[in-house]
């Protein structure tokens, strides 16, 4: 099944993923994540990306970014990617690829799915049954969107600024919306979007998106898969 051209308009959120080569490790050790980090970090700045939330899972990684520059998405993703495989590569003492083809990327509704993408993004080790609570796993943004630890790689979105004044009001805001748990639709339309490479949002957002890059953003009409959370409930 073609996948639509990549949109990436400047300002515009987009969820990210990136897979593992035949769902292989990418992460092996602590310090993998430690450095993935550091890498992610530097290209960030480098390409003019802001982060809002991650997850880094066994075999694949879940970003929020917004680009600031034009290609600023792709170009890091190039960058972290390269750099990663050739650290990765020599620790282990492997060659080859690591990852799975290019990543998989939907442009995020700020209005609609932002914060619902924050949530599922944040959520993905409870749903994979690694623990119990977000807060619980190390490698996941939301210990730093709820004030538990810093992190220099955060740049909270307008939107999550929205929350609340206080910077200690917005933390306990934040955490409450994880009170309930996704529902399922939520978590289809994100997962649908993102492996389709399509937008995740209202007719309007996807008029406003297609305004813009003068293109149509909507799937072709080949409907929409049946099964799409069990099928594609490995990597998300």
Not at 130 to 142: A, G, I, N, Q, R
Not at 182 to 211: H, M, P, W, Y
């Amino acid at each position: 099944m073609a996948r639509l051209n990549r949109f990436a308009p400047i300002g515009i959120p987009q969820h990210v993923i990136q897979r593992g080569n035949n769902r292989q490790p990418c992460f092996c050790e602590e310090q993998d994540y430690g450095v993935y980090t550091k890498f992610l970090k530097d290209a960030s700045e480098k390409y003019q990306v802001e982060i809002h939330a991650w997850c880094f899972m066994t075999n694949h990684v879940h970003l929020l970014v917004t680009p600031l520059a034009e290609g600023g998405v792709s170009l890091m993703m190039q960058s972290l990617g390269r750099r990663y495989v050739q650290y990765f590569n020599r620790k282990y003492k492997r060659t080859g690829t690591l990852w799975e083809g290019r990543f998989r990327a939907c442009l995020i509704d700020t209005d609609k799915y932002l914060l619902t993408c924050y949530r599922y993004i944040e959520l993905n080790p409870v749903r994979a049954r690694m623990v119990l609570h977000p807060k619980e796993y190390d490698w996941s943004s939301f210990i730093i969107n709820t004030g538990q630890k810093t992190s220099e790689l955060q740049t909270p979105h307008p939107v999550f600024l929205s929350l609340a004044k206080s910077e200690q009001q917005r933390y306990l805001v934040y955490q409450k919306l994880f009170d309930e748990p996704l529902c399922r639709e939520q978590i289809e339309a994100i997962r649908f979007a993102t492996n389709r490479g399509v937008v995740a949002g209202s007719e309007r957002f996807k008029d406003q998106i297609e305004s813009i890059v003068g293109e149509s953003v909507r799937p072709n009409p080949v409907g929409r898969p049946k099964c799409v959370e069990e099928e594609f409930a490995f990597y998300f």
